[in-house]
């Protein structure tokens, strides 16, 4: 997959670099876990993620904390490299447990 990827710290055009990369696999997750920084890889005694969908991004928006992680003036220390983009419009792929509930909106309606 294609994706805008986070190597370094500065100015969104200076940093993002729109490249391959290994599409995620609920094998590759388990070796991740979610806090305030987002997707990162679990430490020694904490449990991996185990509440997501993956979902195959038809588009994505930029938005403030995307720019905040990239110049550093986010609130919590991002690692690098990651995937920017915290909006996005796409489709389920796959999810941990079948039937799990996806909350979303959809043709303009609310809740």
């Known amino acids: ?17 729109w490249t391959e990369f290994p599409e995620p696999t609920h094998e590759a997750l388990r070796g991740y876990t979610v806090d305030l920084a987002g997707l990162r890889t679990t430490q020694e005694g904490e449990p991996p993620a185990d509440d997501y969908v993956i979902i195959r991004v038809l588009a994505a928006g930029l938005a403030t904390p995307d720019v905040t992680m990239a110049t550093g003036a986010y609130p919590v220390p991002i690692l690098r490299p990651y995937i920017s983009g915290q909006e996005a419009l796409g489709i389920v792929e796959a999810d941990l447990v079948e039937g799990a509930y996806v909350d979303l909106l959809t043709g303009g309606e609310g809740p």
């Open 1 to 17: 997959m294609r994706a805008w990827v986070v190597k370094g710290q500065g100015d969104p055009w200076d940093v993002f670099e």
